[in-house]
């Protein structure tokens, strides 16, 4: 059976918008990734960084373990998977927080608006 044109419109909606969200979340796991990096040094130059500042990179693990999944059609998922991440953004009792996933999001947030708002428009016109 063919499907409507409401149906199209559906499908055509999550293809569109689901491709959307993933180079969104490509698009932020970058940014954070990038964040990292910035003034980094590994070894044993390296120099911790000062909060409210990004994590400095030393071993790339941190950077490493970001990713990007397609958990549903219209659900995306950045997380970072280092056993620290979790410390690293929120911070502990003894150490301030160093965010770096939530700023990423932030800087990206017209970026990723546009890129969802073009899918829709691309989708519309199924």
């Known amino acids: 059976m063919a499907r409507g044109g409401l ?3 559906t499908v055509a909606l999550e293809r569109e918008v689901g491709a959307a969200l993933f180079a969104a979340g490509n698009l ?12 980094a040094v590994s070894g044993k130059n390296h120099v911790p960084s000062t ?3 990004p994590p400095n990179q030393d ?6 373990n970001i990713e990007t999944l397609h958990l549903e ?3 995306v ?18 150490m301030s927080a160093r ?3 939530g700023p990423a999001a932030g800087k990206c947030r017209k970026e990723v608006g ?9 989708a519309a016109k199924t």
């Open 73 to 75: 059609p219209l659900l």
């Open 114 to 122: 546009k890129i969802v708002a073009d899918a829709v428009k691309r």
């Open 59 to 64: 071993t790339g693990v941190l950077g490493n």
């Open 77 to 94: 998922a950045v997380s970072s998977n280092a056993p620290y991440a979790a410390y690293l953004e929120y911070g502990t009792s003894r």
């Open 7 to 9: 149906g199209r419109l």
């Open 99 to 101: 965010p770096y996933m």
């Open 51 to 53: 909060a409210p500042n």
């Open 28 to 39: 932020i796991q970058v940014e954070a990734q990038i964040s990292l990096t910035e003034g």
